[in-house]
């Protein structure tokens, strides 16, 4: 595909880490390697396909859950049984997510204190009702995983075309933009016909992603795992 998005604001590797320990309530302390790994690749893979910009970083961080992964397998050499039970290959990983999760959380606290804030007026400032809240935000990893769950329904589709015609992201992005004038919030899964190609699925997508570096669109959710609702950038 030639079109291509960079999104100025991109989650590291730890934040993808962080979600799929969050998403399969998993024990930060007592991560299940082999899985985390799989999954880790999986998103990588759709990242790929979209053309999203993969930092060095991530593939760094592919090559230690590699490396974590091997190290568990492999039976200790003779002479290591003593140290087997003391060293667990997982722990510089999980001292590193632990200590991130910890600024993650710290920041997250000062934003909302900066927040806070701006709802406070002092004397002679002009009185304004502040906003609600309103449902939660979205990373781009949430959105990864339910754009995953699209495409698992186009798989086996063929494309339906006579000839082959460019991908028409900019015409997309302004087919949404009309829809959200029609339709206040947008269900996600509603972006996709039921009986949408691969490739159909994909440039949607894209413009979604489009939409959102540019800061035309919102996603949020009313609580975890519920639906993915998309609001004009001025609504939300």
């Known amino acids: 595909m030639a079109y291509q998005v960079k999104l100025e604001q991109f989650e590291g590797p730890l934040d993808l880490l ?3 320990i969050r998403v399969h309530e998993i ?3 007592d991560i299940p390697i082999a899985t985390i790994t799989e999954e880790y690749f999986r998103v990588l893979t759709a990242m790929q396909e979209l053309d999203l910009e993969v930092a060095g970083e991530f593939l760094v961080m592919a ?8 190290k568990m397998l492999l039976p ?3 002479g290591e049984e003593a140290l087997a039970e003391e060293e667990d ?3 510089p990983l999980v001292d590193m997510l632990l200590e991130y999760q910890r600024f993650k959380t710290a920041a997250g ?3 909302g204190l900066e927040e806070r804030r701006r709802e406070v007026f002092g004397r002679g400032a002009a009185v304004q009702v502040p906003p609600g809240r309103g449902p939660l935000e979205l990373s781009l990893f949430d959105l990864l995983a339910a754009f995953q769950e699209v495409l698992k329904r186009a798989e086996g589709r063929p494309d339906v075309e006579v000839t082959p015609r460019p991908f028409r992201v900019r015409e997309r992005m302004v ?3 009309d829809r959200l004038a029609q339709e206040r919030p947008l269900r996600f899964f509603a972006l996709f016909a039921p009986d949408a190609d691969r490739r159909t699925v994909i440039v949607t997508f894209v413009a979604l992603l489009e939409l959102l570096r540019q800061g ?5 959710q009313a609580a975890p795992f519920e639906e993915i609702l998309i609001y004009p950038a001025e609504d939300a």
């Open 18 to 20: 962080l979600h799929l």
């Open 27 to 29: 024990e930060i302390t």
């Open 63 to 70: 090559a230690t859950l590699i490396y974590i992964k091997s």
């Open 76 to 78: 200790p050499a003779p």
């Open 89 to 91: 290959p997982r722990r």
């Open 109 to 111: 606290d000062l934003a």
């Open 175 to 177: 087919e949404l933009l």
């Open 216 to 220: 035309a669109l919102k996603v949020r």
